[in-house]
């Protein structure tokens, strides 16, 4: 709870602002770091994309800024109310309680979530809290299973003693939620797909393997892509993404290692800089043999994303522009799913004991 | 396990019949149950959508259906396969697996999974076996907290247990993959969304209100559909359905109470006729004073699906027709993170102990 009362500090801290300009009789104002691409930057040393120094002044005594700034001070007590009351909520709830109809007027202090949203993101980078730790979540989000032992709100929630179905992650797990208890395994396997995630769960590849199984059905949420990073950062377990063979599943693996553009400021608590990508890779169509039928011919799209993917600095080792070339030149991307072409469970019983052993990654 | 060798005789059947077919110099046939709109209605006395009996012979010495004849023969032995070696896996697999180019052509026996997906459905009315039987999965798709027992793979799954994340609930609910070893609650809660899920999982709604609280994130699939049918079946609860106040929260209440039109032939297996819809109805916002600018403007298509709605067989009690010319009347939809307006949680707290109380809801 340490942690919560720090952001409960941070929170108030923006009222205590306002009072102390008032008693000064002086504009009110706050600083935000400026989320734009001008000021994103790809830092080579930590591995990830981060934000620069840039800020904004937001203050009250000026028409353009005025309803900006009262909206803030809206969000920040709704915030500064969930923390008081050990809550958490979504962001539409967010807008929802802060929408009211101003006295004696018939303008509304937000109209749409479109207003709200980024006020939550400018609190998150001026105030340098995650979303999480404001209690701000979304839905549950994704499925983990293996030796791993969590504790979430009194129980203790053994991950290896779930079947076949597995614990729901939470949109939030930082440790005031979500604490890691006993974890035994040698690496996380964080899957993109939940077919791929049901075969090794039902293979039990986690237990042979020794490791845990992750995913978010698709670009993984929040949750999913934090309980990855505690794990690699608090137990020193290597993280190994299973995506695709197409520009999607290279840019999953972007966001899990480096983090994104739009949400720099988070790169520094979400971001996995040293993920491996552990496939599906362009050469293994060829080393697998996989027929050129289960191939599916790259559309203009596709080719489109991976010409950008080839100049974001993220991509420059060589490796990856190899990578990123020969499936341009096959003309062709795959997905895990072709596997069962050769058999349904290839996946947990061939390919990816191969390229484990091989230590067939790209970084 | 008697189950599976049921649908897996079924589908060994299949070729039984090819083969004496075959033995008597004649053409092979099966008969295929019509999947159109034109054979399929409302049973009132039972209170589902369900098919009526015309059927379609399929045979392999037609030009026009040979080759569909040579798929279904294609798929139904992959489905043995899983039969056979106990596994499940997904539509997309079942039609990587079945592809290949025909000998000395280079014709594929499938180009696209718009060709097997059909077939598979046409397998399941054909044969009476839900697709789960047949070990055919989604993904994990849904969240179950409360006081149920379950078994999966030989684990002991208490999802009472489970802290505020929950139990991901797996595509296939069987019997023969997930026991229902006890169930102490009163009544089951499926929430549409997982928002309000989440509210109620953190308020511990379930243990004051002693139910079994489940989500499926928005239209609820197959898996947390079919868990809440047999907890509604073998174990006699009750099921309220929690869904927004516009035409897709009523027609999700329909799906989960009917079935659906397209997939006419599970509501025998599916449908859950006695749930019952607690909210939020429009009588609501006013009944519960939520202020007018929460609401949300129907839109051309908002109104077109509810003018839609009113036409269809079950929703012709007065009850219901009464609620959706409400709805038309206000010129309004409700979200349910609406109420967050009132208090963050009043949903837990006022809205729903309300609700149950006074037995508030619509059949």
Chains 1, 2 share one sequence.
């Not at 709100?153 to 729901?168: E, F, I, P, Q, T």
């Not at 396997?189 to 995913?215: H, M, P, S």
């Amino acid at each position: 709870m340490a942690k919560s009362t720090a952001v409960a500090k941070k929170l108030s801290g923006l009222a205590d602002l306002v009072i102390a300009a008032a008693a000064k009789k002086r504009d009110p104002s706050i600083k935000i770091p400026v989320r734009s691409l001008s000021n994103v930057r790809f830092n080579e040393k930590k591995g990830i994309i981060e934000m620069g120094g840039n800020t904004q002044d937001r203050t009250f005594f000026n028409v353009a800024m005025a309803k900006k700034f009262m909206q803030t001070m809206l969000v920040a007590d709704a915030l500064s109310e969930l923390q008081r009351a050990e809550l958490t909520t979504s962001l539409r709830e967010i807008y929802y309680r802060t929408k009211h109809t101003m006295a004696d007027s018939h303008e509304n202090t937000f109209d749409t979530q479109d207003e709200s949203d980024p006020i939550i993101e400018d609190l998150e980078v001026g105030l340098e809290a995650l979303r999480e730790e404001f209690h701000v979540r979304a839905d549950n989000g994704g499925t983990v299973i293996g030796p791993l032992v969590l504790s979430d709100d009194g129980d203790r929630v053994d991950c290896g003693k779930l079947g076949k179905g597995g614990y729901s992650v939470p949109s939030i797990v930082e440790e005031e939620y979500v604490g890691i208890k006993k974890c035994t395994a040698d690496f996380v396997l964080l899957v993109e797909k939940g077919t791929q995630w049901n075969r090794l769960a039902e293979d039990k590849f986690w237990k042979k393997y020794n490791c845990i199984l992750l995913t978010g059905n698709g670009q993984p949420p929040r949750g999913v892509r934090r309980l990855a990073r505690r794990l690699n950062e608090e137990k020193k377990l290597p993280v190994y993404v299973l995506v695709d063979n197409d520009p999607w599943g290279y840019y999953i693996y972007s966001v899990i290692k480096q983090g994104s553009i739009n949400l720099a400021f988070e790169s520094k608590r979400m971001a996995i800089p040293q993920a491996k990508f552990v496939g599906l890779s362009s050469a293994d169509p060829e080393a697998y043999g996989l027929p050129r039928n289960v191939g599916i011919k790259l559309n203009d799209k596709d080719i489109g994303r991976a010409k950008e993917l080839l100049n974001y600095p993220w991509f420059q080792k060589k490796e990856w522009q190899a990578e990123i070339k020969k499936m341009l030149a096959s003309g062709l991307k795959y997905e895990l799913d072709a596997l069962a072409n050769k058999d349904f469970q290839y996946l947990t019983k061939k390919y990816l004991p191969k390229k484990l052993a091989d230590k067939d990654w790209l970084d």
